[in-house]
């Protein structure tokens, strides 16, 4: 189980990623912006592929894609209450 095998996997695919592992847990951080996510067969292919390379779980960050046109981060407000 290595992030580079994944991300390596994930690159053939077509779904070029940088993935960090927290244990069994993969994040995916795009490389490029673009819909590819969006399309549940490559959603499928890629836990599919997580769970090959030994991971239990797949996390997808976007906050690094996600800009406004000044180049701030565009995104959800999170609340503590």
Same mark, same amino acid.
């Given at each position: 189980? !290595?992030?580079? !095998?994944?991300? %390596?996997?994930? +690159? *053939?695919?077509?779904?070029?990623?940088?993935?960090?592992?927290?244990?069994?847990?993969?994040?995916? %951080?795009?490389?490029?912006?673009?819909? *590819?996510?969006?399309?549940?067969?490559? %959603?499928? %292919?890629?836990?599919?592929?997580?769970?090959?390379? #030994?991971? !239990?779980?797949?996390?997808? $960050?976007? +906050? $690094?894609?996600?800009? !406004?046109?000044? #180049?701030?981060?565009?995104?959800?407000?999170? *609340?503590? $209450?």
């Amino acid at each position: 189980m !290595t992030a580079a !095998t994944l991300e %390596r996997a994930l +690159a *053939s695919l077509g779904v070029p990623c940088v993935v960090e592992a927290e244990h069994r847990l993969a994040i995916l %951080r795009p490389k490029v912006q673009g819909n *590819s996510f969006a399309k549940p067969a490559v %959603r499928a %292919r890629i836990v599919a592929l997580a769970l090959e390379h #030994g991971f !239990t779980h797949v996390a997808l $960050d976007l +906050a $690094d894609v996600h800009t !406004t046109g000044e #180049g701030e981060r565009a995104g959800a407000v999170v *609340s503590g $209450d």
